[in-house]
């Protein structure tokens, strides 16, 4: 019998956020493109609960935010060692806070934008095999007992910690555990704690307490003298001495309706590239639940991949593009690695000089200010810049602040109006050109690029240009540059204009 075949623009293998992030960004740019997904249609692997704040400012240029934001608390500070306070009210977003909803509200609303803009996503469809050649991949399935072939241009494996796609391609995935048995669950409280996160550690143990926002509360604890092994996590009567022990209080705790563990482990691949497949998220990094980096980083990363992908398959850009990926990536998941293993390895110091060393780092930390500061752009993302040439602009790398734009149109149409902010701008998934003036210089590429003059004429960018990368980063910036330089600008990141 022979196999079913598909042929598309793009394979994704995994409808976790990272995924679904990347298939809603292609599918709206007219690509075609399929997410195979093993999980059935109906999962509970609900881990993150952190979104932070440049994910918010990622998923409001695709006008997600809001309704996320509705489905869960705002946090304005991160407490660390009972001591350390990260005070996230200050900063340059309109995101200043970390917002506290389970993993699975951001994924539901992920998915109905890729439905909605013309994915397929193909559940309880597991990759057996995976081949590539100079033209593209193909890939092997077994899908309700029956196989099948699925054909692309590119695939990407966005398929967690044990993606089966960094394993067929024979990517090493190197690192070591941090902590193991971490257990897991889903459980009631007869008291409601009284912060929107609890957490608790000691030099035995940590837990950390979050709310689904329907009565249930995810559970993670860990203690250093206990090993369970998977698929055998504690009674429940043990978990609430995890947590009474810890935090001090139990609440109450009762009635698990799932129960699980795992290992947490610091590792990432030396390339998130391999021909014409790339690895995003779990699958390319994973790190340890301090900070909440982990979902984060890799809806950071489909942002990052999705417009060079639609570049490329466009005939937009060379090949070089789609390289860039891993020298801007990759850099960032080693830095978030560093990060949040820094943290976890504070929190659960056992030595006596260790903890002396965390009390004073952090008692000092307090009283400096500069240190929770920096703590708050790194962990929130809001830090995060790429490299730039020697000589380019200050601005060029760095994350574009939600601007206010007095007048928006498309290069070439009569009427102006529409969006008043850089991330409603965005949501054209192009490139945003912002200058007061020299905005017709653009025309040429109307397919590709969204005009907009800044809110204020006098302001900061009276003289500057800005190319900002449908990602909300600086692509080119000049001061006062002529209508020429403006077109080469253009036609370096966007290509040929549609007119030659």
């Not at 490329?312 to 990060?339: C, F, I, N, W």
């Not at 820094?342 to 659960?348: F, K, Q």
């Not at 500061?373 to 994350?399: M, N, Q, W």
Request: aromatic fraction near 6%.
């Amino acid at each position: 019998m022979t196999a079913k075949q598909t042929v598309t623009d793009v394979l994704i293998v995994g409808a976790g956020p990272t995924g679904l992030l990347l298939a809603g960004d292609l599918a709206a740019a007219g690509v075609r493109v399929t997410v195979l997904e093993k999980r059935g249609a109906e999962s509970n692997l609900t881990r993150a609960f952190a979104v932070h704040a440049r994910t918010l400012e990622l998923l409001d240029a695709r006008g997600l935010a809001d309704d996320l934001i509705a489905t869960g608390r705002p946090l304005s500070s991160l407490r660390l060692f009972d001591r350390l306070h990260i005070d996230l009210t200050t900063l340059p977003t309109r995101f200043p806070f970390v917002l506290i909803t389970p993993q699975s509200n951001t994924e539901r609303l992920l998915q109905e934008r890729a439905l909605k803009a013309g994915a397929t996503i193909l559940h309880g469809a597991e990759v057996t095999g995976l081949r590539q050649d100079a033209e593209g991949v193909t890939l092997e399935t077994v899908e309700n007992g029956t196989t099948a072939v699925h054909r692309a241009r590119y695939a990407v494996g966005t398929d967690g910690v044990h993606s089966t796609v960094r394993d067929l391609l024979g990517i090493p995935f190197p690192g070591e555990s941090v902590v193991n048995s971490v257990v897991l669950a889903d459980v009631r409280l007869e008291r409601t704690p009284s912060e929107v996160i609890t957490v608790g550690a000691t030099e035995d143990g940590f837990a950390f307490i979050a709310p689904f926002g329907d009565g249930w509360y995810r559970v993670v604890a860990w203690d250093r003298t206990e090993h369970y092994t998977d698929g055998h996590p504690p009674a429940v009567e043990r978990i609430a001495e995890l947590v009474r022990t810890t935090i001090g209080e139990d609440y109450g705790l009762h009635d698990a309706r799932w129960t699980s563990t795992f290992h947490s482990d610091e590792r990432q691949v030396p390339n998130y590239r391999s021909g014409r497949v790339f690895l995003a998220g779990d699958a390319a990094h994973c790190h340890s639940p301090a900070g909440g980096q982990g979902m984060n980083t890799g809806l950071q990363d489909a942002a990052n991949l999705s417009w060079k992908l639609v570049a490329a398959l466009r005939g937009h850009a060379t090949d070089a593009l789609l390289d860039t990926y891993q020298t801007e990536r990759h850099p960032v998941g080693k830095a978030v690695l560093r990060s949040s293993g820094a943290l976890i390895r504070l929190a659960l110091a056992h030595s006596a000089p260790t903890r002396a060393l965390r009390g004073a780092l952090t008692t000092l930390a307090d009283h400096v200010g500069a240190v929770p500061a920096r703590g708050a752009r790194i962990v929130s993302g809001i830090g995060i810049r790429y490299a730039a040439p020697k000589d380019a602009h200050p601005l060029v790398g760095r994350r574009v602040p939600d601007l206010r734009l007095t007048s928006l149109e498309q290069p070439g149409e009569d009427a102006p109006g529409g969006p008043e902010r850089l991330h409603e701008a965005l949501r054209a998934g192009k490139f945003v050109l912002v200058s007061n003036d020299e905005l017709t210089a653009a025309e040429p590429w109307a397919d590709r690029v969204v005009t907009a003059a800044p809110a204020d004429p006098h302001g900061k960018l009276r003289d500057t240009v800005l190319l900002v990368r449908p990602d909300g980063y600086t692509a080119w910036a000049a001061v006062d540059p002529g209508r020429g330089e403006i077109r080469a600008a253009l036609g370096q990141w966007l290509g040929a204009p549609a007119e030659d």
